[in-house]
């Protein structure tokens, strides 16, 4: 009865011209449902709702300068914002990109800080801080950044660049972009460091990774106080400057305390060296000091390019020992990108598989000169894999060990020891005691394993 009612009215409309252009109830056959649709509720069409939209999300915004999330004019303003003594928290600063024109930045005292870059660019090309020391007549005034004290500094992602320059300064322009004088460590990951003379100074402990460093005058080198600066992947270039009374550049400055205990340097791993102009001479070591110290330097798997033939200048300050342990030297794969022949200063392949042949091996072992033998730095060991993981950094693996394997079943042996001391005199000493029996017996257990 429905169908008919439908065939009606439809004739009715063509009939009355009210379908124009329709012929036939074929032809609009498909516009009349010929069954319920699933989506009824007693004849009645309930509408498909439409999906809910996803909302876009809103882009954090961030001040240029921030100091865990608190913004602040300057970087200045962030640094004596944190606490100098008995505080070992962390404290980040975050930069937008841009360019930060700021002199004399230092922090001394007991904190972590990390100096962030909002970028991925390489090198932190478009994160810079430009600027020089606020006393450029002595060291620990001349700094761009300075950090002193106990904590350590960790930079991400940006730029340290020296304005202070021999067009404008004439005779000596030292002008380090950073110098640490702290116990803690130096960490610089995608970074660049420009300058001219004494690019960098480092102490204590400190690995450049993933860096670009120029500079023409002893542009890399260690305070007496440093045991080891790692600079893995880094680029190093040897700059020319036409206003300079001589044109010979010197990479490196490496300088020493003298001590039993003596860590590695200034070793530059798995890097190049490049010359920026032809018309100058690039040397890989000079020392300015003639006695009172260690000249510690190593190139491992170093490709340099337009360095000297004879790749030293002048002479280091001579040892007892052999340059290969304590003086300037580098492996076979980078004395052969030189095409340097040797003056007795280039490592065998075991030393470099067991010394060199990674982070963990080149931070973390140093040379006992009353033992005659390498072995692990124990009293300053630093958990380099931790820090990696703790700050996501994407770096090659690394599969050298700070311990060999004889020296891992002397460890367990001293360990076994003072758990024996602790197991069986628990009972009897005082705490402060039986700590002494501890240290006592780790000493010298040492002198003998």
């Known amino acids: 009865m429905k169908k008919k009612i439908v065939s009606k009215t439809l ?5 009355g011209g009210a379908l124009v252009g329709v012929t036939s109830c074929d032809k609009i056959s498909g516009i009349i449902p010929t069954e319920t ?33 608190v913004e602040y004019k300057s970087i200045k303003e962030a640094l004596a914002a944190i606490p100098t003594s ?68 960790i930079l991400e992602n940006i730029t ?22 702290t116990k803690g460590n130096t960490v610089a990951y995608n ?100 006695s009172g110290y260690y000249n510690q330097v190593a190139y491992i798997n170093t490709t340099c390019e337009g360095v000297e033939a004879n790749p030293w200048y002048k002479n280091q300050i001579a040892t007892e020992y052999p340059k290969t342990i304590i003086g300037w030297k580098m492996d076979k794969a980078t004395a052969d990108s030189i095409g340097y022949e040797g003056n007795n200063d280039i490592l065998d392949a075991d030393t470099v598989s067991k010394e060199y042949s990674g982070r963990k091996a080149i931070l973390n072992r140093i040379y006992n000169t009353g033992k005659g033998k390498y072995e692990k730095d124990i009293a300053n060991s630093w958990d380099i894999d931790g820090l990696i993981a703790e700050n996501n950094f994407l770096v090659d693996d690394d599969s050298s060990s700070d311990v060999l394997s004889g020296e891992l079943a002397n460890q367990q042996f001293m ?16 705490v402060k005691e039986k700590k002494i029996i501890i240290v006592v017996v780790k000493a010298l257990l040492l002198q003998f394993l």
């Open 160 to 181: 340290l660049e020296s304005d202070w320059s021999r067009a404008d300064h004439k005779g000596d322009v030292q002008a380090e972009v950073l110098g640490t004088d």
């Open 11 to 15: 004739a009715i409309l063509l009939a």
């Open 415 to 430: 360990n076994l020891m003072v758990l024996k001391i602790n197991q069986h005199y628990v009972q009897v000493l005082h």
């Open 37 to 69: 649709p699933s989506n009824t509720t007693g004849g009645v069409v309930t509408p498909t709702p439409n999906p809910t939209p996803t909302p876009t999300p809103t882009p954090e915004v961030h001040a240029a300068i921030e100091l865990n999330g």
């Open 191 to 290: 970074c660049s460091f420009k300058s001219h003379q004494d690019t960098l100074r480092t102490a204590g402990k400190a690995w450049f990774y993933g860096c670009y460093i120029e500079g023409d005058t002893d542009f890399i080198w260690m305070e007496a106080a440093g045991s080891v600066a790692l600079y893995e992947k880094c680029e190093i270039v040897s700059l020319y400057d036409e206003n300079a009374t001589t044109h010979a550049s010197y990479l490196t400055a490496p300088r020493m305390a003298v001590s039993s205990k003596v860590g590695k340097g200034l070793v530059i791993y798995n890097s190049t060296v490049k010359e920026a102009n032809k018309e100058q001479a690039t040397y890989l070591a000079r020392t300015p000091w003639s």
């Open 86 to 153: 008995g505080d070992t928290a962390t404290y980040t600063i975050r930069l937008e990109k841009g360019t930060y024109n700021e002199n004399g930045l230092s922090y001394n005292g007991s904190a972590t800080i990390k100096i962030v870059g909002a970028t991925d660019t390489k090198y932190g090309a478009d994160v810079i801080i430009k600027g020089h020391g606020s006393d450029m007549g002595k060291m620990r005034g001349r700094e761009l950044l300075e950090i002193q004290g106990t904590g350590n500094i």
